[in-house]
């Protein structure tokens, strides 16, 4: 019984520290057969920006460049002349007939060309003994003799031609100004050096967080194994760098933001180089002689003939031929072989030049020849200017706690009135908020447990339960 006692008194001693360990009580409208949970309200920042000086303000020197203009000088490079213009004089091709002869085995016999031709005898069979070939003559033609000659024709006359004499030149050099001195101005940027800040972002706070008891519980409820503590969460803290100038390199001059020095630009000159005529075109006449051609053909030696041959008569006891029609011959003629060449007679120059034999001439007047050289002129000397460069800032975001993070008792959804239609409409409540919940299938799973907890963060309502405010909020009937 004393034993009994003893643990009824640890139990109430529990059952105090921990009611008095949590941030809130029971409401004090609790109603019989509603369910209640506590549930958590998270701390509340207010974000703020604040900005921070990374690099003073300051001046630079900007450097205008100088302008130039381009300027156009015209040089002469070839002095007028008077030239000789030549061009070919005119020629007419005419077709001309040109006897080359007869074929071979043919005698030319003037305008045509002739061979005598064997025509053989005719013969019939008679059955008897007779003579079966007569004694003949056989004539055999002798064909003509040619021998081939070589005679000179005249394919071209004698003329006579003007040769041109070109201009003569000397060359001539004059140096010419392109560019004119002037001052150039090297800019390169100042010299920094980096040094870093740590500047407090978040300050530090506190929350009271949920732990269980693993050990010395003496309740069968584990709701009852509970307790609250207090964790202290560190400030926050972020490095930035800044930019401190640190002066210019070696030979250049300070003026504010930039580093500048002035350099000599000495000017520019370019030999120009042109023809000047050291003696004018002339022109001379020079003899052309005849130009000849050989041509080849063939003459002929000896004429054709005819030579005899006797051809003894044959007997025999047989079937013989009989000579119905004896053997002669015929003379075929055929017209000489003509060959069509083309030969180019001049007929004189175009209009406005003069004949002087083969060529044709005129005077013409060369003009001179100019060449535009540009040079640079100096139209506006480089400037040096100083421009005011503004400070440069970097935006610090820092989150200040407002309202500390607590516990609270609220009504929640029993477990009897959770079922698959009320878990359906509050997937739909949170769809048509735009809440991921992955498929409409009935069942508070992660998916959906993590959207309607953003919904509670994004409202500002109580985070972790079903609870009955959360429900309104969303519309959904229970």
Not at 38 to 48: L, T
Not at 65 to 82: C, D, G, I, L
Not at 325 to 345: D, F, H, L, R
Not at 425 to 438: F, M, P, S
Request: neutral net charge; glycine residues 4%.
């Amino acid at each position: 019984m004393r034993k009994m006692n003893i643990i009824h008194f640890v139990v109430l001693l529990l059952f105090s520290y921990l009611t008095q360990a949590q941030p809130g009580n029971l409401p004090a409208d609790q109603q019989s057969g509603k369910c209640y949970a506590e549930v958590v309200y998270e701390d509340q920042y207010d974000i703020s920006s604040d900005q921070v000086l990374v690099k003073p303000a300051s001046t630079r020197v900007v450097v205008f460049p100088a302008e130039y203009e381009s300027v156009s000088q015209q040089v002469m490079v070839k002095a007028a002349a008077t030239g000789i213009e030549r061009t070919s004089a005119i020629y007419e091709n005419v077709e001309v007939q040109v006897r080359i002869g007869c074929p071979e085995t043919y005698t030319d016999n003037g305008e045509r060309c002739t061979k005598v031709v064997e025509v053989p005898a005719e013969y019939e069979t008679v059955k008897e003994l007779v003579m079966v070939k007569a004694p003949s003559i056989q004539f055999v033609p002798v064909p003509p003799v040619y021998e081939t000659v070589t005679e000179q024709v005249v394919i071209k006359e004698p003329s006579t031609r003007v040769e041109i004499v070109p201009t003569e030149y000397e060359t001539e050099t004059v140096e010419v100004l392109i560019k004119e001195a002037s001052t150039r101005v090297e800019k390169v940027p100042a010299l920094y050096i980096s040094k870093k800040e740590i500047i407090e972002v978040t300050p530090a706070t506190s929350k009271w967080v949920k732990k269980k008891i693993n050990q010395n519980c003496l309740s069968d409820d584990p709701n009852d194994c509970y307790i609250w503590s207090k964790v202290e969460i560190p400030a926050e803290y972020k490095t930035i760098t800044k930019q401190i100038r640190n002066g210019c390199p070696e030979g250049f001059s300070d003026n504010g933001d930039d580093c500048t020095r002035t350099t000599n630009v000495p000017a520019e000159y370019e030999n120009h180089t042109f023809k000047k005529v050291k003696n004018m075109a002339s022109s001379r006449v020079i003899d052309v002689p005849a130009e000849f051609a050989s041509v080849t053909k063939k003459k002929l030696k000896k004429a054709a003939t005819i030579r005899e041959i006797e051809i003894p008569a044959e007997y025999k006891s047989i079937n013989v031929l009989k000579i119905k029609t004896p053997a002669t011959t015929k003379v075929v003629e055929i017209p000489a072989e003509y060959k069509t060449i083309v030969k180019s007679i001049r007929k004189g120059c175009p209009d406005g030049y003069t004949d002087n034999g083969d060529d044709c001439t005129r005077l013409v007047d060369i003009p001179g020849e100019y060449t535009s050289r540009s040079y640079q002129k100096l139209k506006t000397p480089s400037q040096i200017k100083t421009i005011d460069v503004p400070a440069e800032y970097v935006t610090v975001t820092k989150k200040t706690l407002v309202k500390k993070g607590y516990t609270a008792w609220k009504e929640v959804l029993c477990e009897n009135q959770i079922n698959s239609n009320t878990i359906l409409a509050i997937q739909r409540a949170l769809k048509n908020r735009n809440y991921d919940v992955g498929n409409l299938d009935q069942v508070l799973g992660a998916q959906t447990k993590a959207a309607l907890t953003q919904f509670q963060r994004d409202n500002g309502l109580p985070i972790g339960q079903l609870d009955i405010e959360t429900l309104n909020k969303l519309g959904v009937r229970f």
